[in-house]
């Protein structure tokens, strides 16, 4: 990732939670081996992007 070496000490690790409270789904996610403060910003912005587009499309389903 960004010019990294591929190998494991470099990799980032992604995890999701899905919870259900009150018939609703609660997604928790997490990104571990995440470097430095820019690179965490980048990967925050990234994320609220993607996980906003889910919530739009899942609540907009037939």
């Known amino acids: 990732m960004g010019g990294k070496e591929d190998k494991p000490e470099n990799y980032n690790v992604v995890t999701y939670?899905?919870?259900?409270?009150?018939?609703k789904t609660?997604?928790?996610?997490?990104?571990?081996?995440?470097k430095d403060e820019k690179e965490k910003e980048h990967a925050t912005g990234n994320w609220k992007m993607v996980l906003g587009k889910l919530k739009e499309v899942v609540e907009n389903m037939d």
Do not use: S
């Open 17 to 23: 939670k899905l919870k259900e409270v009150d018939g």
């Open 26 to 34: 609660i997604v928790t996610l997490t990104q571990d081996n995440v």
